[in-house]
């Protein structure tokens, strides 16, 4: 099990930036809710369980993800003194490893010391199994920022597994068209991906709709992430001499597939889209071979470029000082600590199973629209018994019946150079 540290996030930060003075003293309560009404306002001792990839495959996204959580709560303790509210949010933050088992024990822990509602984890291969054997049996409501694989909106999870990050079902449409417009429709794409929850979705929805549009693809060339040489599925991958290629993988084990795609003497890395898990910021990280996708193309979940929210954001993120520079999914972690926070205000509560009820009733239409500049006026209107419309950092919250946004933006990229540079973003909503 990794590390975890518990964080009583004091806001001076924030202080500067909203503009807001940080008041209130946190009383304790005993009762099963955490809640003390004083005044008509409950007063509750918030508690959210952060389960980021400390080390592992997606060791780095957790900087920035784990910065943006404390951000939230930063954002989120100011506010309920600016509403005159003693409620507090506390973090519980721990590595997952990115592995299944180290993050079901992550969040067993935090569980056990408090949390009634978790941020994360973020690979898919670990939400699936916290979300079905221990948020569904806890009843503690998971709010993934990062987790993308199609299965998860089937999951049997009795309502308790969210996602700020969009479904696959949808990256994958994107990705079809980018290639489309790129390589043409009846070009023959060859595909290949990690075999896992999330190489397996995404290569698998973006297959359906290339070839849905007129396109061939060859594979998917799904391969084992733990093997020790992929000169075997290098060979398979750039047989035929294909138009093109998508392959969707992590850091590890992309690092010994790209070398053995480079040995082929066949592999042109300017002819790959990827996706998300290879999308480096600020660029290819030294284990990944330049041959293998320097000159790739991709597309990651985004924060939308063109909101006062998202300017708002990165010049709150900025001013917090730090060298945790902003990553694919940091916005979407803050949106998930902020729904966590906001739902529990909703319910008067902090049991998981009054806050899974409040999840959706906060995030979706109908009610005012807010974001988390306006967090104190939210979590006023709520304590007054209005409903509201969260408006997150990484754009609309609207979740749909399995708990999944139902639209989302994406950035398209290339690598230049080595370095990550980002070209126009797309918008795609479900049914497009």
Known sequence: MGSRK?????G????????????????????????????GTAALDINVGVLVPQTGDLSQFAPPGEKAAELAAEVANEAFGEAASDSTVTLAVTDTQT???????AAEDVIADGASCLAGPWAS???????RAVAARQQVPLISPSSTSPAISELPDDGFVFRTAPSDALQ??????????QFGTDATISLAARNDAYGEGIITEFQAAFEEAGGTTTGPVLYDVDASTYDSEADQIVEGDPDGYVIIDFEDPYTKVGAALARTGSFDPTTL?????????????SSIPAEALDGAFGTRPATPDDTDTAASFDELYTSAGGEKERGTFDAQNFDAVSLCVLAAVAAGSTEGV?????????????????????????????????????????????????GDPISAVYDTYEYVNGKLELGEQVAKESGE
């Open 172 to 181: 994958g449409q994107v990705l079809a068209d980018a290639v489309g417009e």
């Open 12 to 39: 001076a930060i924030m202080a500067l930036s909203l503009g807001v003075v940080a008041c209130g003293d946190d009383d304790e309560d005993e009762g099963g809710s955490g809640a003390e009404v004083e005044g």
């Open 273 to 285: 889209y990827t996706a998300d898990g290879l999308a480096f910021d600020p660029e290819i990280p």
């Open 354 to 402: 009054d806050i899974q009820a409040q999840i959706q009733n906060v995030a979706n239409a109908p009610g005012d629209q807010y974001d988390y500049t306006q967090m104190a006026d939210a979590i006023t209107a709520l304590q007054e018994g209005e409903d509201i419309d969260f408006q997150g950092v990484s754009g609309s919250l609207d979740l749909d019946d399995n």
């Open 99 to 105: 592995n299944a088992a180290a993050a079901q024990t």
């Open 6 to 10: 518990l964080l009583t996030v004091a």
């Open 125 to 131: 291969d670990e939400t699936i199994p916290v979300g």
